[in-house]
């Protein structure tokens, strides 16, 4: 069963335009939330993150939205570049889990078109 | 600073042979994971490992799976015999302690015929 669900499997937006990348997740007792970004034949990196006593952080162009009630969490990427082309994952984790331990969404890849 | 480094960076071998995966993490780092990534599952955690130590093996597949972490700056991860259904890229990741971001290697592919 999966705990985290990115439902869609690519995005394509045009550049200068506004990118929303979408993160569902089942368990309540997650609390910390990151997004990772993944170019071909490379590892993942570490992108943006947010706690769940928070419903927002941002770090320049990334800005990630957590909607505790809804367990859905979004990351917004607003001027898109060229450069943000890239597979985007949506990761989890909970105290009970071992806060180390993160579950991973299958992912959404981005196209951004100049 | 030199990154996760990970070797080999591709592996294709006949099924029935044991394969040896091998991860260098970040000096200083206390945590290091071992993912497996495919199409159908997505990227799973198999095992990590806290100041050397197995914490949680959990994900680890099946008995032909093994890992190890001798010392602070090095991992590897077996599996013997292989089998075509563990064709997958592999990814050693590595952070320090208390909810830091993990820092992940370049991957092995890994391909069993």
């Known amino acids: 069963d999966q705990q985290v669900k990115q439902n869609s499997p690519s995005l394509s937006v045009q550049e200068g335009r506004i990118s929303i990348l979408n993160c569902d997740y089942t368990n309540s007792m997650f609390d910390y939330f990151l997004w990772y970004k993944k170019y071909p034949a490379e590892g993942p990196t570490f992108l943006i993150s947010?706690?769940?006593?928070?419903d927002k952080n941002e770090d320049g162009r990334f800005t990630v939205f957590l909607n505790k009630s809804a367990k859905h969490l979004s990351l917004h990427i607003v001027p898109s570049q060229p450069g943000d082309s890239a597979v985007y994952f949506c990761?989890?984790?909970?105290?009970?889990?071992?806060?180390?331990?993160?579950?991973f969404g299958k992912g959404t890849k981005l196209t951004v078109n100049p | 600073d030199a990154g996760v480094i990970q070797s080999p960076r591709h592996e294709v071998t006949e099924m029935g042979q044991e394969v040896t995966l091998r991860c260098k993490p970040i000096?200083?780092?206390?945590?290091l994971f071992w993912y497996r990534q495919t199409m159908m599952r997505g990227l799973e955690l198999l095992i990590y490992f806290n100041n050397n130590v197995p914490i949680d093996d959990s994900g680890m597949p099946e008995d032909r799976f093994s890992a190890k972490m001798p010392n602070a700056s090095f991992s590897t991860l077996k599996i013997q015999p292989s089998e075509p259904r563990d064709s997958a890229v592999y990814f050693c990741?590595?952070?320090?302690?208390?909810?830091?971001?993990?820092?992940f290697g370049d991957g092995t592919r890994l391909s069993i015929l």
């Open positions: 990741a590595s952070s320090q302690i208390s909810n830091q971001p993990q820092h």
């Open positions: 000096s200083g780092h206390n945590s």
């Open positions: 990761a989890a984790s909970s105290p009970q889990g071992g806060s180390e331990k993160l579950v």
């Open positions: 947010i706690s769940s006593i928070k």
